[in-house]
Structures are given as structure tokens and as C-alpha cells.
């Protein structure tokens, strides 16, 4: 259970809650000052948690990705369409992109039934299994409520003060996160402010403007197990790893150090099912950088951030989305140019709706925007090499395009100028791949 330092008293009938409809997410300039640049990144520090067996670790890292459903893309205030048209307008030099592709890359098939979703929890409708499962989990906050089961859980859990608490901050949390949901080419650019100032703030360093000389992205593709860059990867001065993939017993292969944890929501889902959240690989100290991939996973961020001693980040949702195109106008790309099927074909080969980048390619994007150079190791595939190196898993997933993330990595390289959506004032790193 985590510590804390809140009232014990407080606590409102259950039933009240559930009044409070979604008035603030419709109307969400009036209600609320937005833009609270603190919101999503402050870091709370607790205790740290003991290592815990390997075999646990195995099995977080084994997520890679996030497997379980994604409904996500959150509340936008201007609709695709709309915005599509803004990009369209804006000035791309150099490169003449396909405005075909471009808007279609820029809408979102899953905004409906994201924003339904996101409703539905603010209403502390919880019906879905997925989401019972999340919500079961915070039982601990009231231990007469073990008998409680399915739609009836949350309002037996509100009794207990500590749950309510958590429940407004989950409320305040999500609704600040599905109205930053826009897209914002220019997000690259806050990237030093949003994410290296605060883990420089957290290491005791003087936070100043200016980028990290030299990151590597270390993914957790089997192919590190053919060259021996641990030492190499050690040598940059930060090092990304991947939803916690272990480093014991690889060091050779994938070196030992540790700057920033970047994980998706899921690992943190299934660290917050133990005692104290334990999340921590590399040690309680390191910060992590964690996107959402389910709304309903702010519960597992609220609770393991104050059971945390390092911070933990959420990655701007304008961030995400910015994300979320580019790779969508990849995959997309790839499809007409390889099949020459129409577009609207994309949708039902690379599961729609809950299509998503990869947690890889937003801790390359994130590395683009707080590194001078960019070192990307583990990343791609060999008919040799095992999916993960630290794992057994077989298959990929079909959610992610992991050959339109290698055409993005290879622009990154060679011709940035083929990027879309990323605002022209971005200044790219230069970006090493090792095999
Ligand atoms: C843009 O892409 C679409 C879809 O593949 C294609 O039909 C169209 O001809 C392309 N337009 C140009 C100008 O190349």
C-alpha cells in the first residue's frame, strides 16, 4: 500500500460521484485553466522497493507492447478534418508529400470510440472486462469490498477515502489529458523543457536549455545478441531503455547503464499489481517516461506514483499524436505502394482502429528531441535473430508496422526532409543505426 499523507477523512457517499457528469469535458475551457505545464510531469518521490525476482521482470518485459485493446486518441477539440486541412496549408519545402496520404494519416478511426471511452470513465462507468480488471486492482484500498464484483465494484470502493482521493485525481488526470489531445507539430520542440529539465531537476543537475550530447535507444530486438555493442551503448551520455527489458546477464551485448526507463502503460499495469508498484530494473532511481496506451491506466500512474521514488513522466498526448501519424502515414504509404490496394484497405490489414506505433519509436522521437546525436541500437530484425533478446516471444504483433517504423528510422538517416507533420523549425539530430 503506498504511503501517504492525506486526511483520512474527507470521504463523500458513494452515490454522489456519479452525479458529477462530463460537463467539464465538453466545456472544458470555461471549467478549467488548461495548459497547467506541471500536471503531466511532476515527479513525486516515495520509497524505493527491494529487487524483485527475475522471473517477474521476464514477464513484464515479455509486453513489449501494448497488447491489450487500445482505445485510444483521446477528446479533440478540432476534428480531423479540420486539422488535416490546417497541416495541408502550412508551407512543406523541399518535399512534396502526398496530400492524399497526409490526410488520411491524420485522421483518427478510433477518435469516436476513444472519446466514448474516455467518457464512460468519467462517468465511473467501468463495464468492460478490461477495465474491471484495472479497476479491481485498487481493491486494496477498501478490504470489505473483496466480495464486490463486476459494475458494482467502484461504488463499494468510493467508501474508502484513500480510493476516492485517488478517483478525483484519476477524474482531474484524464480529463487534462484527452483535452491536450491535439496535434501540435511543434511538441518537438518543447521536448527539453517537457522531459530533460525535470530528470535533470530529479539527477541534482542545473537545469539547462540546452539538449544531451549523445543518447543511444537501446530496443530489445534479438539482433543485439549478434555484436557486442554494451560498451558502446554505456558510452553515450544517456541511455533509453525499453519497457524494462532486463540488462543482467546481456551486459555485454546491451550494456548495464540506465538513464531514462521508457515504458508503455501496460508494464506499469502489471507492476502495479505487486506490492509498492515495483517497476524498477534498473534500479528505483532511474525516471521513467511512460505513455498511455488505455485512459483507464491513469489509476496504475496515480497509485505508483506515489508509491515511486524517481519520477514518472506521462508522455504529452500531443506528443503522442504526433507519434501516432507519422507512423500511420508509413504504414499507410508502404500499403499503397506494395499492394496497390485503395486506402481504405489500410484500415482492415493493420487492425484499424487500434493501430499504434511502437514504444520504440516514441523513445526515438523523444531522443530527437532531447539529444544533439542519436545512437539507435536493437532495433530490426534478421531471420536469425530471436524478436526479443531478453524474451522468447515469437510472433509480433499485428498492431504495430514495425517495417513502416525501419522506412521512418531510415529517413531519419538519410532524408529527414521526408518526415511529415513535424513542424519545418525542428532541427533533426543526426541519427546513427547500429546493427
Ligand atoms: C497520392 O496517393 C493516392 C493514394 O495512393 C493516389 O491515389 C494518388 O494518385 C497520389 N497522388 C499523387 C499526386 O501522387
Avoid at 534479438?222 to 551486459?251: C, P, Q, Y
Avoid at 528531441?369 to 530484425?381: A, E, N, Q
Amino acid at each position: 500500500m503506498p504511503k501517504s499523507t492525506e486526511p483520512e477523512d474527507g470521504s463523500e457517499s458513494d452515490t454522489d460521484i456519479f452525479k458529477i457528469r462530463t460537463f467539464y469535458l465538453f466545456w472544458p475551457y470555461i471549467a478549467n485553466p488548461i495548459y497547467r505545464s506541471t500536471n503531466f510531469i511532476a515527479p513525486m518521490k516515495r520509497s524505493i522497493r527491494p529487487l524483485i525476482s527475475i522471473v517477474m521482470l521476464v514477464v513484464l518485459a515479455a509486453t513489449l507492447s501494448c497488447r491489450i485493446a487500445i482505445r485510444r486518441r483521446g477528446v479533440f477539440t478540432v476534428s480531423a478534418e479540420q486539422e488535416s486541412t490546417r497541416v495541408l496549408n502550412q508551407p512543406l519545402p523541399i518535399q512534396n508529400f502526398n496530400s492524399t496520404l497526409l490526410k488520411f494519416a491524420a485522421t483518427d478511426l478510433g477518435e469516436e470510440k476513444s472519446k466514448l471511452e474516455i467518457e464512460q470513465l468519467l462517468e465511473g462507468n467501468f463495464a468492460s472486462q478490461g477495465r474491471y480488471r484495472t479497476f479491481a486492482t485498487w481493491r486494496r484500498f477498501n478490504h470489505q469490498d473483496v466480495k464486490a464484483r463486476k459494475s458494482n465494484v467502484l461504488p463499494v470502493m468510493l467508501k474508502s477515502p484513500k480510493f476516492y482521493r485517488y478517483w478525483l485525481d484519476f477524474r482531474r488526470n484524464l480529463q487534462d489529458w484527452a483535452r491536450k489531445k491535439v496535434f501540435q507539430p511543434d511538441i518537438m520542440m518543447d521536448l527539453v523543457r517537457l522531459v530533460k529539465v525535470p530528470i535533470d531537476s530529479h539527477n541534482g543537475l542545473m537545469s539547462i536549455d540546452k539538449k544531451y550530447k549523445s543518447c543511444a535507444v537501446v530496443g530489445n530486438s534479438g539482433i543485439l545478441l549478434d555484436s557486442d555493442h554494451g560498451k558502446l551503448i554505456d558510452g553515450h551520455e544517456v541511455v533509453i531503455r525499453l519497457n524494462n527489458a532486463r540488462t543482467e546477464n546481456f551486459e555485454k551485448n546491451v550494456g548495464s547503464k540506465t538513464s531514462i526507463s521508457f515504458v508503455n502503460s501496460n508494464i506499469l499495469h502489471r507492476c502495479a499489481m505487486r506490492e509498492g508498484c515495483f517497476c524498477h530494473p534498473y534500479g528505483g532511481n532511474v525516471p521513467m517516461v511512460m505513455y498511455i496506451c488505455q485512459p483507464v491506466h491513469f489509476m496504475d500512474y496515480l497509485v505508483c506514483n506515489s508509491a515511486h521514488k524517481a519520477p514518472l513522466f506521462i508522455t504529452d498526448p500531443r506528443f503522442d499524436m504526433l507519434c501516432g501519424r507519422i507512423v500511420k502515414y508509413y504504414s499507410v504509404k508502404r500499403f499503397v505502394e506494395e499492394t496497390g490496394k485503395p486506402l481504405d484497405e489500410w484500415g482492415s490489414t493493420h487492425d484499424g482502429s487500434m493501430f499504434h506505433y511502437s514504444s520504440g519509436m516514441q523513445a526515438v522521437m523523444l531522443a530527437l528531441g532531447i539529444c544533439d546525436k542519436v545512437g539507435v541500437f536493437g532495433f530490426g530484425k534478421s531471420t536469425s535473430a530471436k524478436h526479443h533478446y531478453h524474451t522468447n516471444q515469437k510472433a509480433e504483433l499485428r498492431l504495430h508496422d514495425y517495417e513502416a517504423e525501419y522506412a521512418f528510422y531510415h529517413d531519419l538517416v538519410k532524408n529527414p526532409q521526408a518526415i511529415p507533420f513535424i513542424s519545418d523549425k525542428f532541427k533533426f539530430p543526426a541519427v546513427v543505426i547500429y546493427k
